[in-house]
T-cell receptor, first 113, second 112 residues
Framework: DQQVKQNSPSLSVQEGRISILNCDYTNSMFDYFLWYKKYPAEGPTFLIS???IKDKNEDGRFTVFLNKSAKHLSLHIVPSQPGDSAVYFC????????????WGAGTKLIIKP | DSGVTQTPKHLITATGQRVTLRCSPR?????VYWYQQSLDQGLQFLIQYYNGEERAKGNILERFSAQQFPDLHSELNLSSLELGDSALYFC???????????FGEGSRLTVL
């Protein structure tokens, strides 16, 4: 059974510091992972992705790290800004599926001024 | 603006009623996905269509149905509504199946 888990429902970080959001998955049969950001009453928006053959992908303030041995990925936001306050979803694409992503439950990030 | 349009944005109805939610995907996207989000919970995948054909089904109730039309817009029909059906319903589209999804702003359904 393939699952993607975000075990922290919320995270509070001081503005300007680093935010680290974590995601775990249950087996190795994912070929890529994505992070989405969601503001209240809006649809999720794509942030960044990483292929399972990579261990790092960077885009501006956002970096995703993939640790395949630990079946763990993390999203780093540096420096954190007030506009980063949102819910962040991690999603994995199973290798044997063309069709759907498997989503984590989300982590609410709060950036404190 | 993701390019995915959902209507209506808000809908209030009574238990037992039937509603239809509509989605227009981004221009050129053949895949349409429907998701449900209840009370700050995660996204629950309901169903996916690709170029008019159903391709994958998730946790979609039998009271719910969907279709994708030749012009690629999609409709999600919810019938015999219950209080627990109150949720945000998101539509998403993608150019490649399962790849990056572009979400609409959602339709908020309130069942009283």
């Amino acid at each position: 059974d393939q699952q993607v888990k975000q075990n922290s429902p919320s995270l509070s970080v001081q503005e300007g510091r680093i935010s680290i959001l974590n995601c775990d998955y249950t087996n190795s049969m994912f070929d890529y992972f994505l992070w989405y950001k969601k503001y209240p009453a809006e649809g999720p928006t794509f942030l960044i992705s990483i292929s399972s053959i990579k261990d790092k992908n960077e885009d501006g303030r956002f970096t995703v790290f993939l640790n395949k041995s630990a079946k763990h990925l993390s999203l780093h936001i540096v420096p954190s800004q007030p506009g980063d306050s949102a819910v962040y979803f991690c999603a994995g694409h199973p290798m044997d599926s063309n069709y759907q992503l498997i989503w984590g439950a989300g982590t609410k990030l709060i950036i404190k001024p | 603006d993701s390019g995915v349009t959902q209507t209506p944005k808000h809908l209030i109805t009574a238990t037992g009623q039937r509603v239809t939610l509509r989605c227009s995907p981004r221009s050129g996207d053949l895949s349409v996905y429907w998701y449900q989000q209840s009370l700050d919970q995660g996204l629950q995948f309901l169903i996916q269509y690709y170029n008019g054909e159903e391709r994958a089904k998730g946790n979609i109730l039998e009271r719910f149905s969907a279709q994708q039309f030749p012009d690629l817009h999609s409709e999600l029909n919810l019938s015999s509504l219950e209080l627990g059906d109150s949720a945000l319903y998101f539509c998403a589209s993608s150019a490649r199946q399962g790849r990056e999804l572009f979400f609409g702003e959602g339709s908020r359904l309130t069942v009283l």
